[in-house]
């Protein structure tokens, strides 16, 4: 019986990992993944992995960002620091919240 209740415990702590893993319980992207092109204007965001890059007007920038919860945080290549802001994916949107200006992106 000692066994059984072991193996139970063991099988349960290895699918809570996976289920972390899979969801972006820490770092990485997370559920982040794929190119967004926004609702207003012509920006695009794309993410692949922890990599991500910004689209607007001709000009590209590369980076890296994480997740945690509802908040992404990003590091711009050539800008000193990091950024965190807050977002939420609803099927094919994204909401990105930064400085109190929410925008909206479409997955693509």
Do not use: H
Not at 15 to 22: C, F, H, K, Q
Not at 56 to 66: D, I, P, Y
Not at 69 to 74: R, S
């Amino acid at each position: 019986m000692k066994n059984t209740v072991r193996i139970i415990r063991i099988i349960t702590l290895v699918v809570i990992g996976i289920t972390m893993v899979s969801c972006g319980g820490g770092g990485g992207g997370g559920k982040l993944s794929g190119t967004y092109k926004s609702d207003v204007g012509n920006m695009t965001y794309t993410f692949s992995g922890n990599k991500i890059s910004f689209e607007f007007a001709g000009v590209k920038m590369e980076g890296t960002f994480e997740t945690k919860g509802d908040q992404i945080t990003t590091v711009w290549e050539g800008l000193s620091g990091s950024k965190t802001d807050t977002y939420s994916v609803k099927g094919k949107k994204l909401t990105w919240t930064s400085n109190g200006v929410e925008v909206t992106y479409t997955k693509q």
